[in-house]
């Protein structure tokens, strides 16, 4: 590993391929050069690699991308052309691991570098971290170091700025002050304390959002919006539909980028329709439907899926600052709550749809949950505009904690 980085690695978290090859279903492959080079000239037996299959784009790419030149394509059922009939990819199995792709051989860790040292992480995109399955990331290092290698090439221009970070909008944070803060959160959310061990993830977030809350040095009434007179319950709602739309749409393969329609919840905000009814697959269910309602306990699989990913996210520090659209931390813990609320409130929906009151949740659905939650986030590209709306509107606890309720 180059330069005098540390190496941060998560604890609990396990991740081996399951061989599943979903991460090779419509997921996009972006290429650099070399790969494209490389892949080219490979004789793959049993695979009839058609020009089409490998795609030049001319797209200017985002920065930190810019190391991607071209994407490979997918066949017509979605799948990536070089996986076989059992799942396995040709290229790796033919060639050996280096030969794949650079984004599939660093599929599916990821790295935060921070003034503290490189945190790593794993996406929830993956069956195998959703499912724990595995070796523990502690046990890998000379891996990980491998892969961290791989990623400063491929993001060379990455640097996360770490000194413009806020407990809250206007409020000063540093890097080292923010470290104090975080072990707590940590702490709070391990699997195995007794704390956690009995109470939900999305409750323990909105406590520890709370409690962050009480460091703010200008006290005032966040859930009140200034100079807008909607009632509190009705801007839960919006906000839940623009975050329905951006991070559960109907068809997660269908778009590469998530934005939230910002101008179109402001528009609401300031004069919103008499009823508003919550929009979730087709159909539509007012804010009662959701408080009669209550979602039968998860079992403890699913809880601690769901106690996982605010583990990782906060452990990576990909929920707030340069992790996460620009948020200040308060903002961020309360989005990092919402989310996982949202999970639930995506499976009471289903549930109400299909009638099945109260119908135990398959921890498969929570997690198929998760990993479309994943995908979103992973692309999630926000304007100034949705990050001053995430801001204004997160700022206080109650909301996240009457969307917890209604999660119930
Ligand atoms: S190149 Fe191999 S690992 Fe990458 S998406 Fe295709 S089959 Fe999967």
Same mark, same amino acid.
């Given at each position: ?32 050069? %070399?790969?494209?080079? &490389? ?12 020009? =089409? ?22 066949? &017509? ?6 996986? @076989? ?68 090439? !491929? ?18 944070? @540093?890097?080292?002050?923010?470290? =104090? ?7 709070? /959310? ?5 704390? @956690? ?25 966040? %859930? ?27 068809? =997660?393969?269908?778009?590469? +980028? ?11 905000? =300031? ?5 508003? !009814? ?16 209550? /979602? ?19 452990? +990576? ?9 620009? !948020?200040? /931390?308060?903002?961020? /813990? ?12 995506? !499976? ?55 969307? @917890?309720?209604?999660?119930?």
């Amino acid at each position: 590993m180059g330069g005098e980085a540390i190496l941060h690695i998560p604890e609990g978290i396990n991740f081996d391929c399951t061989g599943c090859g979903n991460c090779c279903f419509s997921w996009p492959v972006p290429l650099t050069d %070399d790969d494209f080079e &490389r892949i080219c000239s490979l004789e793959i037996e049993g695979v009839k690699k058609e020009p =089409v299959h490998i795609i030049k784009t001319c797209a200017p790419a985002s920065p930190g991308q810019r190391a991607f030149t071209s994407a490979l394509g997918k066949r &017509r059922d979605g799948k990536c052309q070089f996986l @076989s009939p059992d799942n396995r990819c040709e290229i790796h199995s033919q060639f050996g691991e280096e030969a794949k792709p650079s984004m599939c051989r660093l599929f599916p860790y990821t790295f935060t570098p921070t003034p503290n040292g490189v945190y790593a992480s794993a996406s929830f995109a993956s069956t195998g971290v959703l499912y724990n399955s595995g070796r523990p990331l502690a046990e890998q290092k000379p891996h990980l170091l491998r892969t961290y290698e791989l990623f400063q090439k !491929l993001y060379s221009e990455l640097a996360p700025d770490w000194n413009g970070l806020q407990l809250i909008d206007g409020q000063p944070l @540093s890097f080292n002050e923010y470290l =104090v803060i975080e072990s707590t959160l940590l702490a709070a /959310l391990k699997e195995d304390t007794p704390e @956690s061990m009995n109470r939900r993830a999305d409750k323990i977030l909105c406590a520890l959002a709370k409690e962050t809350s009480k460091l703010i040095n200008q006290k005032r009434d966040f %859930d009140k919006i200034p100079g807008l007179e909607t009632k509190p319950r009705t801007v839960d709602s919006l906000l839940i539909n623009a975050l329905l739309a951006a991070y559960f749409p109907d068809d =997660v393969y269908k778009e590469n +980028s998530c934005e939230i329609d910002t101008a179109q919840l402001a528009r609401s905000l =300031v004069a919103p329709p008499d009823k508003v !009814l919550i929009k979730f697959a087709g159909s539509t269910f007012s804010y009662g439907d959701l408080n009669q309602y209550t /979602l039968a306990a998860l079992d403890a699989q699913s809880e601690g899926l769901l106690k996982r990913f605010a583990y990782l996210k906060i452990f +990576s520090k990909l929920y707030f600052g340069p992790g996460f659209a620009g !948020l200040s /931390l308060v903002a961020g /813990l309360n989005h990092l709550a919402t989310i996982v609320s949202l999970v639930r409130i995506v !499976l009471k929906l289903k549930n109400i749809t299909r009638k099945a009151k109260g119908h135990e949740i398959p921890f498969e659905e929570v997690a198929e949950c998760v990993r479309m939650l994943e995908r979103r986030l992973t692309v999630a590209n926000y304007s100034r505009e949705t990050k001053t709306m995430l801001e204004v509107l997160l700022s206080g606890a109650e909301r996240s904690e009457r969307i @917890s309720m209604l999660a119930s």
